[in-house]
């Protein structure tokens, strides 16, 4: 039963549930106990297909090691090793893939761009702004940003790249994207890595806020549009620019919403560690 419970329990968070929660919008307005949720439902659906191939293992096993008790616990036994190791494989392809892109990147960048105060600044006409993230991380902007570009809005979109590079917004991207391509399409759901992406742009976006306002954040957005960033970087005019805009003017605090967002996560962990992982470690220590 609890092999069951675990199996199922890992398919609804791996899709149903990211699905449903891509519906609703309203959550966009807590996007930092919003983010908690995400990572609280990958890490729940990651633990809950570990935990069903290994609970059937030992439930076949039981102290009895006979050879037939083995060839059955074989099977699940190898598919948690297959999600394993899937992980692992996505981790470094992923891991090498963006760092790799942003090494090079960055030379380029240190060869062609000037160096002000901190923030790379590009030779080229075309408005745009972006960051690299890493250990040797950058802020980089166009001589047309620089130019179309007020003073305040300038300020605001560096604002915008730096609360990227201070939060580490690339890992947390980084994590979902592994798990998305871990698996097939058919098991996984890309709402998740969708809605995270979204999410690490409003949290930049209200970083900024806090200290140049909305007014600038959304007139540089404006004069940003329609300029591509490279790979493997994080743009201030990036996903879902039409649902920033209205959060941006949305300064309410929404505590309330907040609380039950966290406690939702809270409950997407504890709870399943409490009526279906404990009993299997209490059969373990029986065994």
Request: charged share 20%.
């Amino acid at each position: 039963m609890t092999t069951l419970v675990l199996a199922a329990l890992a398919m609804v968070l791996a899709g149903p549930v990211p699905w449903a929660l891509s519906r609703l919008p309203s959550l966009r307005r807590t996007p930092r106990a919003t983010m908690v949720l995400w990572q609280a439902i990958a890490l729940a659906a990651v633990l809950a297909a570990l935990g069903a191939g290994l609970s059937f293992v030992t439930a076949r096993l039981d102290g009895h090691l006979s050879a037939g008790a083995w060839a059955l616990a074989a099977i699940p036994l190898c598919l948690t090793a297959l999600v394993v190791g899937r992980l692992l494989l996505s981790g470094h392809r992923v891991g090498t893939q963006l760092r790799d892109l942003r090494r090079r990147h960055r030379d380029l960048v240190d060869l062609l761009a000037d160096d002000r105060d901190g923030v790379s600044v590009l030779d080229h006409e075309a408005p745009t702004a972006y960051c690299l993230p890493g250990l040797r991380s950058r802020v980089v902007v166009s001589r047309g940003a620089v130019t179309s570009l007020s003073a305040v809005e300038l300020d605001a979109v560096l604002a915008h790249e730096r609360a990227h590079l201070r939060a580490r917004h690339d890992l947390v991207l980084e994590a979902f994207t592994v798990l998305q391509q871990a698996f097939p399409a058919v098991v996984t759901s890309r709402n998740a890595l969708d809605e995270v992406r979204l999410l690490v742009e409003v949290l930049a976006d209200r970083a900024a806020r806090r200290h140049h306002g909305a007014r600038p954040l959304i007139t540089a957005f404006g004069a940003l549009t329609g300029t591509a960033a490279p790979q493997a970087t994080l743009a201030a005019s990036g996903v879902g620019l039409r649902a920033r805009l209205d959060l941006l003017l949305d300064e309410r605090h929404h505590r309330l919403q907040a609380a039950g967002v966290v406690a939702a996560a809270i409950g997407v962990l504890v709870l399943p560690t409490l009526l279906v992982v404990l009993p299997w470690l209490t059969g373990l220590r029986g065994t």
